[in-house]
């Protein structure tokens, strides 16, 4: 079965400072897709980037950009110049790109608290 | 355009009672995804239904949950019997199809209580 941890449950950074959230994942699959969510107080979760197991490329969106390992199946997001609205709990997930399998397979998540 | 939304946002309920979480997806989008979201954990996967029928109903935790989606559209969860531990928010999630190239796109939630 696939798994993703996050060991960070609470990280904070200096407003418009660089921060990096870790994740590592387990899985025998080949391909598959990884993504960082972020959840405000207003429960709704929102894509913040994705990455496919097949690009070797590291996926980037605006102040958003992941660092892939897939040898060592490591994830981390980097967010840079932190803004206050970045404030959140952000998960680390995994989605099969395999068979029927269609389901999101997420972390515990890290909270994040933006310093003004 | 109009997002996923769930209905009630909150719910408080006594142990023991009968309990219905709707969802309402997205126009158009024919997969639909449940998950519950326990007191600081990730959401995990209860079922996904493709259309009518329920594609994978393998995160479902015992017989008391059960979920419907007769249209191909709103869909509800329904708990049966509710249990101190079933409180938790419960998410919905609807994609254009289903595959993991389809993103899945979430509702506020429904925060279930039971006292």
């Known amino acids: 079965a696939q798994t993703v941890t996050q060991s960070q449950p609470e990280m904070s950074v200096q407003e418009a400072e660089t921060v990096t959230l870790s994740c590592t994942y387990d899985?025998?699959?080949?391909?598959?897709?990884l993504f960082w969510y972020k959840q405000p107080p207003s429960r709704q979760m929102i894509l913040v980037i994705r990455?496919?197991?097949?690009?070797?490329q590291n996926a980037t969106e605006n102040r958003f950009s992941v660092n892939f390992q897939k040898a060592a199946k490591s994830f981390s997001l980097k967010i840079s110049d932190s803004q206050l609205g970045d404030a959140a709990m952000y998960f680390c997930?995994?989605?099969?790109?395999?068979?029927?399998?269609?389901?999101?397979?997420f972390g515990k998540g890290t909270r994040l608290h933006i310093l003004p | 355009g109009a997002g996923v939304s769930q209905t009630p946002s909150n719910k408080v309920t006594e142990k023991g009672k009968y309990v219905e979480l709707r969802c309402d997806p997205i126009?158009?989008?024919?997969?639909l995804y449940w998950y519950r979201q326990s007191l600081g954990q990730g959401p995990e996967f209860l079922i996904y239904?493709?259309?009518?029928?329920?594609?994978?109903d393998s995160g479902l935790p015992n017989d008391r949950f059960f979920a419907v989606r007769p249209e191909g559209s709103v869909s509800t969860l329904k708990i049966q019997r509710t249990e101190r531990g079933d409180s938790a928010v419960y998410l919905c999630?609807?994609?254009?199809?289903?595959?993991?190239?389809?993103?899945?796109?979430f509702g506020p939630g429904t925060r279930l209580t039971v006292l």
């Open positions: 997930a995994y989605r099969s790109a395999l068979g029927r399998d269609d389901k999101i397979i």
């Open positions: 899985t025998s699959e080949s391909d598959y897709y």
């Open positions: 999630a609807s994609s254009l199809s289903r595959g993991p190239y389809n993103e899945q796109f």
């Open positions: 990455q496919e197991a097949y690009k070797q």
């Open positions: 126009s158009g989008h024919t997969a």
């Open positions: 239904f493709q259309g009518t029928g329920a594609a994978d």
